[in-house]
């Protein structure tokens, strides 16, 4: 595998809104329909209590930040490079996103990775660059490709090696394997209010960034290569 032609990539996502009550009176016509099958099982509570999950769903969030890396060099020389599109402008961060697939990540030898990125990454990717009206890049495109044409990588599903295990993530296979932890200061269920209550994007790039690291290094050890040493990181503007 030539590490070199893969990107790595990790997206943080948020509810549209800062809260249930913010919502359009049509939105939240739609959010209690979303609603009904997260409440089931839970009585006394209604859609308000459950609107934090409204991030995961590519309708009803938004994408705060992109963080990407791509491994340059060979054995001790090896770097990852890393480079973040994140702001309030989700329109603006996605078409720079996408301005660097088109420019260089376009080509039969060019791969994406993400951790479930088949079933998360990639598809909120592009339900939120259709829904901002921006042409899909193609190495995101699925539609009409056999499977082998497909230029995706995801760490859960290697990792499942042909079984149908439930979801299992990137903080645990990286213990089991020796990778440093991502989890250092938040977790995927705080994003939302961190943006929104403290609207600190810094932390949340920090954050994403630090996934995307993780991730190369359990691809890495997959392959049985050394992981990059925490001086080789580097970030670019």
Same mark, same amino acid.
């Given at each position: ?20 009550? !913010?919502?359009?009176? /049509?939105? %939240? ?6 609603? +009904?099958? @997260? *409440? #089931?099982?839970?009585? =006394? ?31 001790? !020389?090896?770097?990852? /490079?890393? %480079? ?6 989700? +329109?603006? @961060? *996605? #078409?720079?996103?996408? =301005? ?138």
């Amino acid at each position: 595998m030539n590490f070199s032609n893969i990107l790595f990539l990790d997206i943080e996502t948020v509810p549209q809104y800062s809260s249930y009550d !913010e919502l359009p009176e /049509r939105w %939240k016509g739609l959010w209690d329909i979303k609603a +009904a099958s @997260l *409440l #089931r099982g839970r009585e =006394g509570e209604g859609p308000a209590s459950v609107y934090e999950r409204a991030g995961i769903y590519a309708e009803f969030g938004k994408i705060v930040c992109i963080s990407c890396g791509c491994l340059q060099g060979d054995g001790p !020389e090896k770097r990852l /490079r890393l %480079k973040s599109y994140y702001g309030h402008d989700e +329109a603006a @961060l *996605l #078409r720079d996103f996408a =301005g660097t697939l088109h420019r260089h990540w376009t080509g039969p030898d060019k791969m994406l990775c993400a951790h479930n990125g088949k079933e998360f990454d990639f598809p909120y990717l592009c339900r939120r660059m259709i829904i901002n009206g921006i042409l899909i890049p193609e190495p995101l495109l699925i539609a009409g490709r056999k499977p082998w044409e497909v230029r995706h990588l995801d760490t859960m599903e290697l990792w499942k090696f042909g079984d149908f295990k439930n979801y299992t993530s990137l903080n645990l296979i990286a213990a089991a394997l020796g990778v440093p932890s991502p989890k250092d200061d938040i977790d995927g269920s705080q994003v939302g209010p961190v943006y929104w209550n403290d609207g600190d994007l810094e932390r949340i790039r920090t954050y994403c960034q630090k996934d995307v690291v993780t991730l190369a290094q359990v691809l890495l050890r997959y392959h049985c290569q050394p992981l990059v040493p925490e001086e080789q990181v580097l970030i670019v503007s």
